[in-house]
């Protein structure tokens, strides 16, 4: 196979990627190579689904640049489509007096950021949402709102197609050759690379020259669904989170369909895909992550000893309902038995300073570009951060003239 461009990875990065290569070079060839059978079953349809409204982010990282962007974007894609849309805000509540300062943070992230966000008082929450547990003061995003990734994905698929792009399933990279890359269906001889590969984009990155400083440490997010009926949550609630760190805490989110979940956990993997068991084991990854974890143990640039354990016990679910109840009124654990399927967080590292990567990260030459940290807010910056990957690669080419 022959390609002008081709992108390993299928997932919501990658496959926004192609779309945006294709609406701007028509006249080249653009193939998506994913080894799995469908497109999007990893972190891209296994996301909280969640549009986030871009006020968490320091106003001069990439992630502030592209969210306000790009939630108006997959909004407006889920529209023109008939997609399910959930437009149903986010509170953040305060616990304490401590957690009012950090809301003034945040207040002054989203004005940074040009982000419409509300302060509102204690009684004008519950007005918002009944059940909100709040100190004083709380924040209300008018424009965070929750769709179906999965539903998401197949439009974007049928979006990629019809402008010509090329998508092979069942095509996992193997490695370089003189040839070109080779893959479970044979070789591709590409003109450029895109490597969006979420947790292996490290992996191929090195096959390339990159990713020398950097390696993805993977994490297990689990969500417990609520069997009360759907409408019991007007809101997602989410607490005051830590800005040290790339999580932002248990929260309460109200699905597509109006049914309420509890989570995420953050529970560090012992290998890239471990869902579950023993499935997708590998034991080159495993002695390699769980090497890098205990070093964290011994001596990390953040305090990752406290934030394993502290996730480990999320496991329980009396735990996380125990944690959820801080947030909102009426939550029974005997409510909360169901969990979803976990997703995997293909967060990087930086292996020189053993602190955690927390803005988008890319590297590239004049052959190829490696998306190496595109943890969330990604799925809702998707289509802006696409436009951005390509504008590296059209300065790359006139760089080249």
Not at 55 to 67: I, V
Not at 99 to 118: G, K, Q, W
Not at 188 to 200: E, K, P, Q
Not at 310 to 327: D, H, I, P, V
Request: proline letters at 4%; hydrophobic letters at 40%; glycine letters at 8%.
């Amino acid at each position: 196979m022959n390609a002008d461009f081709a992108v390993i990875g299928g997932g919501v990065i990658g496959v926004s990627i192609a779309r945006e290569l294709k609406r701007r070079h028509t006249d080249c060839s653009v193939v998506v190579l994913e080894k799995e059978s469908e497109l999007g079953l990893h972190a891209s349809g296994r996301n909280s689904g969640v549009l986030h409204a871009g006020f968490y982010y320091t106003a001069n990282s990439l992630k502030a640049r592209f969210c306000l962007e790009g939630n108006l974007a997959l909004r407006q894609f889920c529209a023109e489509r008939s997609l399910k849309i959930n437009p149903c805000g986010k509170l953040v509540v305060a616990r304490d007096a401590d957690e009012l300062f950090r809301l003034d943070e945040l207040t002054a992230r989203a004005d940074a950021n040009h982000v419409p966000l509300e302060m509102v008082s204690e009684r004008e929450a519950r007005e918002i949402e009944p059940r909100a547990k709040t100190f004083q003061k709380a924040l209300f995003s008018p424009s965070t709102s929750t769709v179906d990734p999965a539903e998401v994905m197949r439009a974007l698929r049928c979006a990629a197609e019809s402008t010509g792009v090329r998508i092979c399933t069942g095509a996992r990279y193997r490695g370089r050759s003189a040839g070109g890359l080779q893959t479970d269906q044979g070789t591709v001889d590409a003109g450029f690379v895109v490597n969006a590969a979420g947790l292996y984009a490290d992996r191929i990155a090195r096959d390339f020259g990159f990713s020398r400083d950097y390696c993805i440490l993977p994490f297990k997010g689990l969500y417990l669904y609520s069997s009360e009926s759907p409408g019991s949550f007007r809101t997602n609630i989410y607490p005051v989170p830590d800005l040290r760190n790339p999580f932002l805490g248990v929260h309460i989110t109200v699905t597509v369909d109006g049914k309420a979940k509890l989570g995420p956990t953050a529970i560090p993997c012992f290998w890239r895909e471990q869902y579950g068991g023993v499935a997708n084991l590998r034991f080159d990854e495993l002695a390699e992550i769980v090497g890098m974890e205990i070093g964290l143990f011994i001596n990390a640039g953040f305090d990752f000893r406290a934030l394993a354990m502290q996730e480990l016990r999320k496991y329980s679910r009396a735990t996380l309902a125990s944690q959820a109840g801080e947030l909102a009124t009426g939550i029974d654990p005997r409510n909360f038995r169901r969990w979803g399927r976990p997703g995997i967080r293909a967060q990087l590292l930086n292996v020189k300073t053993r602190t955690l990567v927390m803005d988008f990260l890319v590297e590239q030459d004049e052959k190829s570009l490696h998306v190496l940290n595109a943890v969330s807010p990604a799925f809702t910056c998707s289509i802006p951060f696409a436009a951005h990957i390509c504008d590296m690669i059209g300065r790359t080419g006139d760089d080249k003239q």
